[in-house]
């Protein structure tokens, strides 16, 4: 059982960066396979990046390869999402989520979510 909180979502400019931060309580956080899922209006949820349990492996959506890096700290319990040269498109509400089975791309396979936390991009 886990529970995570996002944070440090907010307006920036096209081409500016922001750094989301999700924290989480729980006693097992190194245990899950950890992800940053983003959903705009009126779109489905999809995935936007997704780490291993030891940070070794991650894997991103082709709309943010080179632009975004996700990370995390399994002594603070953290999971990160560092967002770069940001776009319009990447306006979206950003969750963070926790799978304690798999490392999966699909949100089907995540048990655990954030409330979420909006980020705009102004042009």
């Known amino acids: 059982q886990v529970q995570l909180v996002e944070s440090g979502g907010g307006l920036v400019q096209a081409g500016g960066s922001l750094r989301l931060t999700c924290t989480a309580s729980?006693?097992?956080?190194?245990?899950?396979?950890l992800a940053w899922f983003r959903q705009a209006p009126g779109k489905e949820r999809e995935v936007v990046a997704v780490?291993?349990?030891?940070?070794?492996?991650?894997n991103y959506a082709d709309s943010v390869k080179g632009r975004f890096t996700i990370s995390r700290d399994n002594v603070k319990n953290t999971v990160s999402l560092q967002m770069n040269s940001l776009k319009p498109e990447d306006t979206a509400v950003y969750y963070c989520?926790?799978?304690?089975?798999?490392?999966?791309?699909?949100?089907?396979?995540?048990?655990?979510w954030g409330q979420g936390t909006q980020v705009t991009v102004s042009s």
């Open positions: 989520a926790a799978n304690e089975n798999s490392y999966a791309l699909g949100s089907r396979g995540y048990d655990y």
């Open positions: 780490i291993s349990t030891t940070g070794g492996r991650t």
């Open positions: 729980g006693r097992t956080f190194s245990r899950y396979v």
